[in-house]
């Protein structure tokens, strides 16, 4: 399975970016899939998560509220819409697959990983 994240950029506070992750090389509908993100010097955060069919996501309590993950398995396609986007939001987001049912909030229960895309916000 390869995953491509991408839509990152530099955006000031309060404004808004989506993220979109492509899904190749297997039938995306059999993943579960999530983001996490990595600040500098920081270790890998879990963002949030969403099952193979959609229904039911998860999220970090920092991002709740603000974040929507969803997935459109005709396009393999995975999206992350950030809202009200905060400095404290600057990291590199990765995007990562699980063959579970749903990923959850735990990086070692991902199997495949993106390359990352890294988004700023500025104060």
């Known amino acids: 399975v390869q995953l491509q994240a991408f839509g990152g950029g530099l955006v000031q506070a309060e404004g808004s970016l989506r993220l979109s992750c492509a899904v190749s090389?297997?039938?995306?509908?059999?993943?579960?899939m999530g983001w996490f993100r990595q600040a500098p010097g920081a270790e890998r955060d879990f963002v949030a998560a969403?099952?193979?069919?959609?229904?039911?996501?998860g999220y970090a309590d920092s991002v709740k509220g603000r974040f929507t993950i969803s997935r459109d398995n005709n396009r393999n396609t995975l999206y992350l819409q950030m809202n009200s986007l905060k400095p404290e939001d600057t990291a590199i987001y990765y995007c990562?697959?699980?063959?579970?049912?749903?990923?959850?909030?735990?990086?070692?229960?991902?199997?495949?990983w993106g390359q990352g895309t890294q988004v700023t916000v500025s104060s």
């Open positions: 990562a697959a699980s063959r579970g049912s749903y990923g959850g909030r735990w990086s070692k229960d991902y199997d495949y």
């Open positions: 090389g297997r039938t995306f509908a059999n993943y579960a």
């Open positions: 969403i099952m193979k069919s959609g229904g039911v996501t």
